[in-house]
């Protein structure tokens, strides 16, 4: 009885996919979308991880529009304009607050803009499995290998250790080129905080 009533259920699903969006033929289809890139361990892969990131329940992919934000997500401008089309966006569920970040080709604050770079930082958010504040320097290196480059910083009486994957170019104040992640460690080598940014 249990497989007659899930083979009724997919196959209704199948029926809704195929005839949705069929009373509008101008619509434009989007330009990607969420979906799970499987990575091979100790080797990084730009694609695997913008497509796996998670924060508090909700997946997220760099770049990615305002439009394509999970159902049950809003968002807001946050500011004035602090580059060319580039906002503060804050990122909310019914909860509150999950990520506050950079929208870019923001000039008309509409959902045409997207997220190019998103910062992690709590144990509540991962990217393909590695969680700020619980994973380790270890952990990191096993899943994706050595870094391409390292870099320390001194803040205040701690030294951050950094290590970067991928291509990375600083360009402005605002923006850094390039698709990288930058995964921060404290001094006990446990996951501070990961970033991860996406612009060609």
Do not use: W
């Not at 969420?34 to 329940?57: M, Q, W």
């Not at 305002?66 to 997500?73: A, E, I, K, R």
């Not at 390039?178 to 990961?194: A, L, R, T, Y």
């Amino acid at each position: 009885m249990k497989t007659k009533v899930l083979a009724i259920l997919l196959c209704s699903a199948l029926f809704v996919c195929a005839f949705s969006g069929c009373e509008d033929a101008k619509a434009e289809p989007e330009e990607s979308s969420i979906s799970t890139v499987a990575l091979e361990e100790g080797k990084f892969d730009i694609d695997a991880v913008r497509n796996n990131i998670s924060i508090k329940g909700h997946k997220f992919i760099v770049p990615q529009k305002l439009s394509q934000l999970d159902s049950g997500l809003k968002y807001k401008f946050v500011g004035e304009e602090f580059d060319d089309g580039l906002y503060e966006v804050e990122i909310s569920d019914e909860n509150g607050v999950i990520l506050s970040s950079v929208a870019e080709n923001a000039h008309d604050k509409s959902d045409k803009a997207s997220l190019y770079n998103i910062a992690l930082n709590d144990s509540e958010s991962n990217v393909y499995g590695i969680t700020p504040q619980i994973s380790n320097k270890e952990d990191v290196v096993k899943l994706f290998g050595e870094p391409d480059a390292t870099k320390e910083t001194d803040i205040m009486d701690s030294k951050i250790v950094s290590f970067i994957y991928g291509f990375r170019e600083e360009t402005s104040d605002y923006r850094t080129k390039g698709k990288f992640m930058n995964i921060s460690f404290n001094e006990d080598n446990i996951v501070s905080s990961v970033v991860i940014n996406y612009v060609e």
